[in-house]
T-cell receptor, first 109, second 112 residues
């Protein structure tokens, strides 16, 4: 079993829909990252959080340390949100990042 | 503001050839790292550096060498390419190991 599991693996949505991507992990962590990988391949950091909730524009990230779970929400989704979203956790023991395999999101007009 | 610049973007190598993937950052970041991304797997750490003159191995270092002679540059060398090294490679930098990472555009390497 992977230490970082994302669900769903693939997600399609109509423009305007509310999107939720989930990340569960099995190790103790000091921080969790959400990354966006564009169709062209580049990776951009969206959030880094260790507790609570962060918001940037239409994106919201939450984390529940006790349940070892994080969610990334996209409100009023748009075709330009189409990308692969990657969850990564920093292991408390090794200090290294462990990456999930990503969730591929396609938003259609 | 260039950020993290990786070259080349695409490369095809024959088995046994050597090459260097270049990575440069202009943000004066101390921490730099190389990852590989394979289908169905998360990014895996190859090598990393916490500052000029200091490098260390990550999760999958075999077949790769790195050096960090300056803060700006962190090249990744493939000594003798193998088909198993076919992958997409990403360089990343951050102020420290614990802060936001900035990624390069990636290098798609095919070894035939």
């Amino acid at each position: 079993k992977n230490e970082v599991e994302q669900s769903p693996q693939n997600l399609t949505a109509q423009e305007g829909e509310f999107i939720t991507i989930n990340c569960s992990y099995s190790v103790g962590i000091s921080a969790l990252h959400w990354l966006q990988q564009h169709p062209g391949g580049g990776i951009v950091s969206l959030f880094m959080l260790s507790s609570g909730k962060k918001k940037h524009g239409r994106l919201i990230a939450t984390i529940n340390i006790q349940e070892k779970h994080s969610s990334l929400h996209i409100t009023a989704s748009h075709p330009r949100d189409s990308a692969v979203y990657i969850c990564a956790v920093r292991s408390y023991n090794t200090d290294k990042l462990i990456f999930g395999t990503g969730t591929r999101l396609q938003v259609f007009p | 503001n260039a950020g993290v610049t990786q070259t080349p973007k695409f490369q095809v190598l024959k088995t046994g050839q050597s090459m260097t993937l270049q990575c440069a950052q202009d943000m004066n970041h101390e921490y730099m790292s190389w990852y590989r991304q394979d289908p169905g797997m998360g990014l895996r750490l190859i090598h990393y550096s916490v500052g000029a003159g200091i490098t260390d191995q990550g999760e999958v270092p075999n077949g790769y060498n790195v050096s960090r002679s300056t803060t700006e540059d962190f090249p990744l060398r493939l000594l003798s390419a193998a088909p198993s090294q076919t992958s997409v490679y990403f360089c990343a930098s951050s102020q420290t190991e614990y802060t936001e990472a900035f990624f390069g555009q990636g290098t798609r390497l095919t070894v035939v």
